[in-house]
């Protein structure tokens, strides 16, 4: 198959240029900026002429809910959603029925995703058995079964000896241990960003510094252990300036950000049209009312004030990557009072969309944004970043992950960077329809996701 | 105008006309004109309830429930007075005689009671922010009696009616809050309320009771939509320096299990209003608390009976209150 005339945007490459692609046997087989002849034909075409293509996008950070909570998600409507955002290779957080601390409940997810699933789907096994902070998972015999990385996510691996140990332990795989970093005193009961709203709304709030703290012990964890730390959804501008400070010094410290750390605010719990941080809102709205709870997430939406600290550190490289947090909820887990409600957002079909406002609104590039969904979790899963001193790497993530160079996974996709359209998360293939994008009005989207060179989506 | 029915309530403002609200889930979003409505209309249920026969056949036909999933005995037995005064029929549901605690959720308890063609619906919930749900899901109107920390709008309009019946009027009152504000609905509301008349709030307790940030709420997109800025001490005397009003609120007792404060005895020797203390208020200030007061906690007990405490005249507000509120609500026509 033949993609031609698009813009090719592959950061592995430093590529920037209107080019034609070839897929053939599931791996990208030509480029045109090669100067290579093209191979001989005949290829079915694809015009991609005022499109962007790119690497199939990589999410580090994604729930897709099964075994256990199939009312939720499932890991074929998952990774269908995940396909439309453009997503073809996504790491699935272990907090599923049962927890995936074992090998078994690894090779359960595997098979479904090889079954079942429309794009490649990579395991994260967890840090602790059942993810009780207690004890630690098997985290050898995951090693074995192919996971990319360990973590409890959902909640902190809260016990520091614990989590020494589990660095310590790891170090034999050179896996990341990705850790959600919340303080439990501090965030008891906390179901906003702790600030003005919180104030007026009367609810317990998440003070930033219940999310620094975790991070400062991590990164010290791991300057102690010298074991790769992935800092998740990192949303503070504290967190922001502890993992600058862990990079200058060399430490194995990556971090994610999420599109909806990055472009909304705590102010959204007010309801819709609130707390929009260059976003627009439609006419449709999801509730006008406060205490909304589409924007119940942990960590909570904070301040601008953060976001432009996520946005610098997305541009001078302390922030990694760009991770979905994909926290797809049936109606119930929402539609209840705002401190019973469960915390996360379908953000798969959305991600691309939100991101590129980013770009239209000129605080980020477009091609640093692909590579941040590409190349960079593409690194972190491969060891291949220069900061991982003890790299190691699942045999289940591929060489040329995140890329387009010759001989990678035909994993890749089509984007129109200036179509608009509104968000309804009705129409979304996940079984999450929790947005607090309802009726937001996005300009970027994706055309055609390819997996493996099979279209998957559009 | 609305024509003034046969049976109706008297008094100079009967029509509902003025009154925007469909429900009443706090202050924020009320307009000086309808604040002075409920008060006026209040007037005239005041009236009714100085007659010797205290009935009015205004909700008649009418159906109020009040769903209570905290404890409560003066706000509950208030507004079940005040809709019976009012003629309407009054339920009473708790959480505990309810299938609410069977795992019922709030969602179904209460379009189970919009489905039996209630006209009303009272709720007390401990999440703050439920009743905004309640109203939501379901057409009847629902009145707000206290939602978790948040806001207790009732109550507030029944603080400000005992003020304003002392006063004649709220507009440049100057009002200390004393106590434990962060986990305050009635504070909340409060501020609001008296920002709306025109009134200056002060707020006073130890930094632990207070929050940590309360000021206006200006979001991304311009959107103003926060506290007006009370001022803030950790001084009682400052605060109550030149206060018209002395409201003080109950501090429970798990404040200081929650490590807030290191005992009752330090909040007593800072914050209790004593007679003393009181003085440092204009002369005929008045002494408020929404009840119920623990006594020879935040106010001393002479205090509590002495000639400036207005909190018996705060109970009696609020069955007027109550009933300009459901009058208002669903008095008029449909």
């Given at each position: ?31 045109s ?20 293509v790119t ?21 074929a ?8 955002g ?55 015999e ?147 009312e ?29 922030i ?19 401190d ?86 009705d ?14 009005r ?13 279209r998957?989506?559009? | ?55 009015a ?15 409560s ?7 079940e ?21 069977k ?20 709720i ?31 109550q ?39 920002a ?66 290191p005992?009752?005895g ?6 209790q ?16 608390h ?7 906690v ?21 069955l ?15």
């Amino acid at each position: 198959m033949l993609l031609r005339g698009g813009r090719v945007i592959d950061p592995s490459q430093r590529l920037d240029a209107v080019a034609s692609l070839l897929l053939s046997g599931g791996r990208v087989a030509w480029c045109s900026a090669s100067g290579d002849p093209m191979p001989a034909g005949p290829h079915d075409v694809v015009e991609a002429a005022g499109l962007v293509v790119t690497p199939g996008f990589v999410d580090l950070h994604c729930h897709l809910r099964e075994p256990g909570y199939e009312h939720k998600e499932t890991i074929a409507t998952g990774t269908r959603a995940a396909a439309a955002g453009g997503f073809t290779t996504v790491c699935a957080m272990a907090n599923t029925r049962p927890v995936m601390d074992e090998r078994s409940v690894v090779e359960l997810v595997l098979r479904i995703a090889r079954e079942r699933g429309a794009v490649r789907v990579l395991p994260i096994g967890a840090v602790t058995r059942g993810l009780e902070g207690k004890a630690l998972a098997a985290m050898a015999e995951m090693a074995d079964a192919g996971v990319v990385a360990f973590s409890d996510d959902g909640q902190p691996v809260w016990d520091a000896v614990l989590m020494r140990h589990a660095m310590e332990y790891g170090l034999m795989f050179g896996l990341p241990i990705i850790d959600h970093c919340q303080d439990p005193a501090l965030t008891k009961g906390a179901t906003m960003h702790e600030g003005s709203v919180s104030a007026r709304l009367g609810v317990r709030g998440w003070p930033a510094v219940g999310e620094d703290i975790m991070v400062a012990r991590n990164i010290e964890l791991s300057r102690l252990t010298g074991a790769r730390v992935h800092i998740a959804h990192l949303s503070t501008a504290g967190g922001v300036e502890m993992v600058r400070r862990a990079k200058a010094e060399g430490l194995p410290v990556t971090a994610e950000v999420t599109p909806h750390h990055l472009t909304l605010t705590h102010e959204r719990v007010l309801g819709c049209g609130h707390g929009l941080a260059g976003l627009t809102q439609g006419e449709a709205c999801g509730s006008p009312e406060p205490y909304d709870t589409l924007a119940r997430v942990a960590p909570p939406l904070r301040t601008i004030g953060d976001i432009e600290a996520l946005m610098a550190g997305l541009n001078d490289g302390t922030i990694d990557c760009i991770a979905t947090d994909h926290a797809p909820h049936a109606l119930e887990d929402k539609l209840c009072e705002f401190d019973q409600a469960a915390n996360g957002i379908s953000c798969f079909e959305t991600a691309f969309g939100s991101l590129m406002s980013l770009v239209h609104r000129g605080a980020i590039d477009l091609p640093l944004l692909i590579g941040k969904l590409t190349l960079a979790p593409a690194e972190i899963l491969l060891g291949s970043g220069k900061q991982e001193r003890p790299a190691g790497r699942s045999p289940l993530a591929p060489d040329g992950l995140g890329t387009l160079a010759v001989g990678a996974p035909a994993d890749v996709v089509l984007l129109d960077p200036g179509a608009e359209w509104t968000v309804d998360p009705d129409k979304f293939l996940s079984k999450g329809k929790n947005s607090p994008l309802k009726g937001v009005r996005l300009k970027g989207r994706v055309v055609a996701t390819y997996a493996g060179g099979v279209r998957v989506h559009g | 105008m609305t024509a003034i029915r046969p049976g109706s309530p008297p008094g100079p403002a009967l029509a509902t006309g003025g009154f925007r609200h469909h429900d009443v889930l706090d202050l924020d979003d009320f307009a000086l004109d309808e604040i002075e409505l409920v008060f006026h209309t209040a007037d005239g249920m005041k009236d009714v309830l100085g007659r010797d026969i205290k009935k009015a056949p205004a909700l008649r036909g009418k159906s109020v429930v009040t769903l209570f999933y905290e404890a409560s005995t003066r706000t509950r037995m208030s507004f079940e007075l005040a809709g019976k005064a009012l003629s309407a029929d009054v339920l009473n549901l708790t959480a505990s005689a309810s299938s609410v605690t069977k795992g019922e959720s709030l969602v179904d308890t209460v379009k189970t009671i919009e489905a039996m063609g209630v006209d009303v619906i009272v709720i007390r919930h401990s999440s703050s922010g439920a009743p905004y749900l309640a109203a939501r899901v379901v057409e009847p109107a629902v009145i707000n009696a206290g939602d978790g920390w948040h806001a207790h709008p009732t109550q507030a309009l029944l603080d400000m009616y005992t003020i304003r019946e002392r006063f004649g009027s709220l507009d440049g009152l100057k009002i200390a809050i004393v106590g434990d504000i962060l986990h305050s609905r009635v504070a909340r509301s409060n501020v609001w309320g008296l920002a709306k008349v025109g009134a200056a709030v002060t707020l006073c307790g130890p930094p632990t009771l207070l929050p940590s940030q309360w000021g206006g709420v200006t979001d991304t997109n311009g959107h103003q939509d926060g506290l007006p800025p009370p001022r803030i001490t950790f001084d009682l005397e400052d605060a109550l320096d030149g206060a018209d009003v002395v409201m003080a609120l109950r501090l429970q007792q798990e404040r200081q299990e929650g490590g807030l404060l290191p005992s009752l005895g330090e909040y007593i020797a800072r914050y209790q209003i004593t007679p003393e203390r009181l003085g440092w208020a204009k002369p005929g200030a008045l002494l408020m608390h929404p009840g119920p007061v623990n006594e020879g906690v935040e106010l001393s007990s002479d205090v509590v009976r002495g000639v400036q405490s207005v909190i018996d005249r705060q109970v009696a507000s609020g069955l007027a209150v109550r009933m300009a509120l459901l009058y208002l609500i669903a008095g008029g026509p449909q």
